[in-house]
């Protein structure tokens, strides 16, 4: 039989599937919820932000703010600099440049400048970022505080261990359900949205993307394991500094810098208080050396492995993060605010000035 169905890989030993049937009064994890209604609802979520928040909500703001929605005009076409273009983007090596220009009668100068416009073309705005970013900061916002609301009278967020006790017999309330689904359905509509956007660098799409699947992996496997309580921790962590870092990008791209530092500034001591210390030292803690009292079967190292590459994400982005506060600290402007790729560069502001140092 295939271990995907098999109750010695998933569960405690002694129990299987039958026993975690849910009864009038009990009510356990049901498998094709996580991929029946997160989908739908991140449908819908993706619906309501294009009718109603963009147009009523997103785009006032962002006039009120001075962000403006112009897009730069396209250069002319040419194929032989498309073809270019696809190749090597902006980083085109001089020698190319030189041959490129001989070959279709232009100056070096004048092929460099095609391609600053074609990539001016291509990214993201800042117009357009904005909306990422509100959109991203509603979410989080709502999920923040939804998550508090629904963890403060739950038993296990001030004794984790309970997270393990009588494990897997936990029900699952109609409030933790929908906290776990609509969590869910706006990962799965982030991620969609987010694929087709043009990255500056590859790198940082792939962490993005990876960190959106891990966590996507993560609460499925958790739901089907019924690891719901730890799951919901998880996600309450989790939470908490996004809202002040989509606050400061919000900033950032309205051109208010005092309040992108301020909020920036939140972000870095909550990332450091959640992510560096309150998850691997007290939710990773609890899973390697309190859960193992309560189970043994295989699922739960997959679990593990699933949290360390999680903590792994982390620690890349902590780095990164810690990067942008030196050259913060040494330049006096903050010069970037990253979570997800989505960010101006170095190279973006040099290519915004029609300048490309090699």
């Known amino acids: 039989m295939c271990f995907l169905s098999r109750p010695d890989f998933w569960l405690p030993l002694g129990v299987t599937w039958d026993d975690l049937r849910s009864t009038d009064s009990f009510h356990f994890p049901v498998f094709s919820d996580v991929w029946i209604y997160p989908p739908a609802f991140g449908l819908c979520l993706m619906l309501f932000r294009f009718s109603f928040l963009e147009p009523r909500l997103f785009r006032p703001l962002a006039r009120s703010m001075g962000v403006s929605d112009w897009r730069p005009a396209p250069p002319a076409f040419d194929a032989a600099l498309e073809a270019l273009y696809r190749r090597y983007q902006t980083k085109v090596p001089a020698q190319v440049i030189v041959e490129t220009s001989e070959a279709n009668k232009l100056s070096p ?86 694929i087709p956007k043009p990255a500056h660098r590859i790198s940082d799409k792939v962490q993005m993307m990876s960190h959106h699947l891990f966590t996507i992996l993560l609460m499925v496997f958790s739901w089907t394991c019924n690891f719901v309580r730890v799951g919901t921790l998880v996600l309450v962590v989790h939470e908490c500094a996004d809202v002040p870092l989509q606050a400061a990008k919000i900033f950032k791209h309205a051109g208010i810098d005092r309040l992108t530092d301020v909020m920036f500034a939140v972000f870095v001591i909550l990332w450091l208080a959640t992510r560096c210390c309150v998850f691997p030292l007290w939710i990773m803690y609890s ?57 101006e560069s170095e190279d973006e502001s040099q290519m915004s000035n029609g300048i490309k140092k090699e």
């Open 109 to 194: 100068r004048q092929v460099q400048r095609w391609l600053n416009r074609k990539h001016a073309v291509t990214k993201s705005t800042k117009y357009e970022k904005f909306m990422d970013c509100a959109y991203d900061f509603s979410c989080h916002t709502f999920m923040c505080i939804f998550g508090f609301v629904v963890m403060v009278s739950k038993p296990w967020l001030w004794n984790i261990t309970l997270c393990w006790r009588d494990y897997p017999h936990h029900s699952i309330s109609t409030d933790v359900w929908w906290y776990y689904m609509l969590c869910l359905a706006y990962f799965w509509s982030t991620t969609i949205i987010q």
């Open 287 to 343: 899973v390697f050396f309190e859960a193992t009292t309560f189970m043994f079967m295989p699922s739960a190292y997959l679990f593990m492995g699933l949290l360390v590459g999680l903590l792994i994400l982390n620690l890349g982005w902590t780095w990164i993060i810690l990067s942008i506060v030196v050259r913060k600290l040494r330049a006096g402007t903050l010069q970037d605010v990253r979570s997800s790729g989505e960010e």
